[in-house]
């Protein structure tokens, strides 16, 4: 669609005209001649000696000159169709634990599913779901590492998560570190930043004590939700007989309380895939997605050509006067 981003600009069109018939006439000069552009360079032409359909085409060009002026004055725009832009969320982080006892496969009862895949598989729902926020993602072992920075590009982030593996980053586990790196890469986003930080254990490693990480996420406005993996202790049943094991035995859910306390999260504990699944979805719910989206038409700004066509105008009358020999 074409419109005017300054219409009453057009109120100048008749300025020439009253200004030919308020204004008193130029002392030493014959006949009156509209004021327009070109008015400088043929205001020494001997216009007036010109034929009398000369000088009416020249009155005419200068009247085109300064219409075109006008409305290049007025901004002529044009809006193309609506388009729809998804509103901006969150930024959510997720730092995963890859370390050596991710490989244990005790949430699930058939024994074959390690945790760290089956994590895998219900975040993937969970990033799917989160249209509109900018998701990125840590995998923590013995170090941190930076998986994929914030972005709106939830499937590439789903991806590189189903690359992970057990142990890619060292067999222990720096809770801290990584709640630094998150830190450090969610320092200068804009918007609500949230840490999902999951762990089957104990802070083993890393330069960071998780409390202190935990505080300066806290002055910095990060809310850390944790979740701790594991089953319970049960009965299984060996060669010798039956005997209980205890598979989250490492996991220091008092750590991953206070974090989530002092940064204003959550603590979830997850000991099998309904309860993970279910961690998921209580975080979809505290911390909603954006819906809706707003509208944004595109505009093309068209100023230029009617003043590039105005300056073409003055300079072709400037040529014409020049060449019929109207200069004295």
Known sequence: ?????????LLLLPAPWLAARLLPPVAGRSGGVLFFPA??????????????????WLRWGALLCWTLLVLAAARPQWTGPPVELPQSGRNLMLAVDVSGSMGNTDLEPSGRVSRLDLVKRVAAGFIRRRAGDRVGLILFGTQAYLQAPLTLDRQTVARLLDDAVVGIAGRQTAIGDAIGMALKRM?????????ILLTDGANTAGHVAPRKAAELAARQGLRIYTIGVGARAQQVQGPFGTRWMVPD???DEDTLKAIARITGGRYFRATDRQALEAIYHRIDALEPVVRGS????PVDELFAWPLGAALLLSLLLA??????????
């Open 187 to 195: 320092r200068a986003a804009r918007g609500p930043m949230v840490l």
């Open 249 to 251: 035995s490492d996991l």
């Open 1 to 9: 669609m074409l419109h005017l981003a300054w219409p009453w600009l």
């Open 294 to 297: 707003r509208s944004l038409r």
């Open 39 to 56: 008015a400088g360079a043929l205001a020494d032409t001997g216009a007036a000696r010109a034929p009398h359909a000369a000088r009416r």
């Open 319 to 328: 040529a014409l006067a020049w060449r019929r020999g109207w200069a004295g």
